[in-house]
């Protein structure tokens, strides 16, 4: 009887780690890649940033109007034509960065395109 009841007991074990190891690599792995593609944002936000401090403040404030409701991506990318206009010098790559930064920094506020 206590023979049966250690083989049920390490079966169990067995499965419980199985089930622990299948877990954190499939979920394992998606938070590590989580985790790079943050890193990865942060790091682009901090270009998109340095970009919009030497393209941008010299004219603008800021971005941050708590009274306006937030714009959408396609409202941001018409800011940055306009802006080319008045002489605004950046590559289409630029252009993306900020846009992306300016989006991002409002995300969730923003109306509905269309």
Not at 25 to 37: P, Y
Not at 66 to 86: C, F, I, S
Request: aromatic share 8%; hydrophobic share 40%; glycine share 10%.
């Amino acid at each position: 009887m206590k023979r049966a009841w250690v083989r049920k007991r390490a079966a169990w074990s067995l499965v419980l780690a199985g089930v622990l190891v299948s877990g954190f690599l499939i979920f394992g792995s998606h938070g590590v890649a989580m985790q790079e593609a943050k890193s990865g944002k942060k790091v682009m936000h901090e270009k998109a940033y340095t970009l919009y401090q030497s393209n941008c403040l010299g004219c603008h404030i800021s971005v941050a109007d708590p009274e306006k409701a937030g714009r959408t991506r396609d409202d941001w990318h018409l800011v940055v034509q306009v802006m080319h206009g008045y002489g605004l010098d950046l590559t289409d790559a630029e252009s993306e960065m900020i846009i992306d930064l300016l989006y991002d920094l409002r995300q969730g506020m923003e109306r509905e395109a269309g």
